[in-house]
Structure formats: C-alpha cells, structure tokens
DNA sequence: ACGATGACAATGC
DNA sequence: TGCATTGCCATCG
C-alpha cells in the first residue's frame, strides 16, 4: 500500500511533474506563456514556479524553450546565453522571432482564435 | 521575522 | 510598442 501521509515533499514533487507534462505537451512550432502552463497544470497564478522550474530541470526532452512571457517574448535579457540559445531553438523549429526576441505567431494562435475561425 | 530577488502577469498611460 | 506600477509566489541572506 501507500504511505499513510504523503510527504509535502511528495506534493511538490507531483507539481512539477505536472508542469514539466504540460511543457513537454507543447507541439514543436507552438508556445505557450508561462502563466499558460500554470493554468494548465491546475496551477493558477504559479507563473513564476514555472520559470523557477524550468530554470532547474533542464532535461534533454524538455523543450523549455516553447515557452514565453505573458507578452509574447522570450524571458531571458537580450543578449544572454539563454536568450540566444531560446531564439536559436525556436528559430529552428520554423517560429519568426524578431531580434527583440518577439515570437510572430501570426496572429494568435491560442485556443480562442481557433475555435472561432469560422471556415478556411 | 523581514526585505531582496527572479526565465512572471495584469493594468494603465 | 514600450515603460512603469502593482500583485503574486517561492527562495534566500
């Protein structure tokens, strides 16, 4: 059976299982903003456990670099390593990304807008 | 206990 | 778009 009590430890450890799932649910080619993944993981408000997160784990399969701020651009300061690294990452994989570190989804690809796209 | 800090977010100008 | 302000959460010294 299963320990009596789970440890807080446990508990945490269960959140950031979830987070880094739903990080790793991303498609390549798509982002996400870090409140986003939040959200998704049942974690509202916890934007900043996200980057906190990302910020340790840093797995192979990971791709942490599909995830932006709230507004669109990459996180890290212009001209950081983990700046250059993320816009190298998301230029591969076919995204337009500005110098400024701006991703161009064109448009707003996010769920809203697609559920609304009358036809095409 | 308390203030500073950070891969953040929402709001307002 | 860009910048400043405020709110939030978790760590750290």
């Known amino acids: ?10 508990c945490d450890q269960a959140r ?6 739903v990080v790793r649910a991303i498609p ?6 870090y409140g986003e993944v939040a959200r998704r993981a049942g974690l509202p ?11 340790r784990s840093a797995q192979s399969d990971l791709p942490w670099h599909r995830v932006l701020r709230s507004d669109g651009r990459i996180a ?15 230029r ?16 707003a690809p996010d769920l809203d807008s697609l559920l609304w796209k009358p036809a095409d």
């Open 1 to 10: 059976m299963l320990p009596a009590v789970e440890r807080d430890d446990d």
């Open 16 to 21: 950031r299982r979830v987070i880094l799932a």
């Open 28 to 33: 390549a080619g798509q982002v996400a903003g």
């Open 45 to 55: 408000g916890r934007a900043r456990l996200v980057a906190r997160l990302l910020a």
């Open 76 to 90: 890290f300061a212009p001209g950081s390593p983990g700046f250059v690294e993320q816009l190298r990452r998301l």
């Open 92 to 107: 591969a994989e076919g995204l337009v990304v500005s110098d400024s570190g701006r991703v161009m989804t064109g448009g």
